[in-house]
């Protein structure tokens, strides 16, 4: 369960009441119809997770299929609370696995326009990132690991938050989809 915003309008890096050492803590592992119930509160949020349903189905179209999302940026903040406008995107690093028979070599440039920060931002609303799993684990991969981690644990101002997890499986897509129609028919009540 993805905890609420704190009195910072963030999420907490770990969750209230646990312990420091706890395991539970940012990232927070959740399925996307947790993201859509816990975000979509405003039809802004609501288009920038269908753009993030359409990101995550061209990806697994182009064959990543398995890995996971870390999900944050202001989308996961309370954005809205903090400086009193809704986000733009959602930051997306996509972790996978690269498709059966094929190195990074041959596979990136299919899925170069997937990792381009600016078109993906222009066409899904997400600031997307890639980081291949499955590679043997080097020095390089250690500092781009702690270096996703230690951005995405404070804003700017150097204030702890956290962030979430989910699969890129597309199990909980169709799911998700159908219960963003249901909030935007009662955003649209209201």
Sequence with gaps: MIPEWNI??????????????????????????????????????????????????????????????????????????????????????TFFNLPDGLNETAFLPQVADLFDVQNTKQIYHVDAYPYVLGVSLGETHVTLISYWYSMWSHRRNGLWKGFVQVDISEDEDNIAMALMAQIAQELARQ
């Design 8 to 93: 910072s309008a963030v999420l907490p890096p770990i969750r209230p009441g646990a312990a420091g050492h706890s395991p539970d803590r940012s990232p927070y592992k959740a399925s996307l119809s947790e993201v859509v119930e816990r975000f979509a509160k405003t039809p802004a949020r609501l288009e920038i997770l269908r753009g993030l349903l359409n990101y995550r189905a061209e990806l697994r179209k182009r064959g990543i299929s398995t890995g996971f999302q870390w999900l944050n940026g202001s989308f996961m903040e309370h954005k809205e609370v903090l400086i009193q406008e809704p986000p733009n995107d959602v930051d997306v690093v």
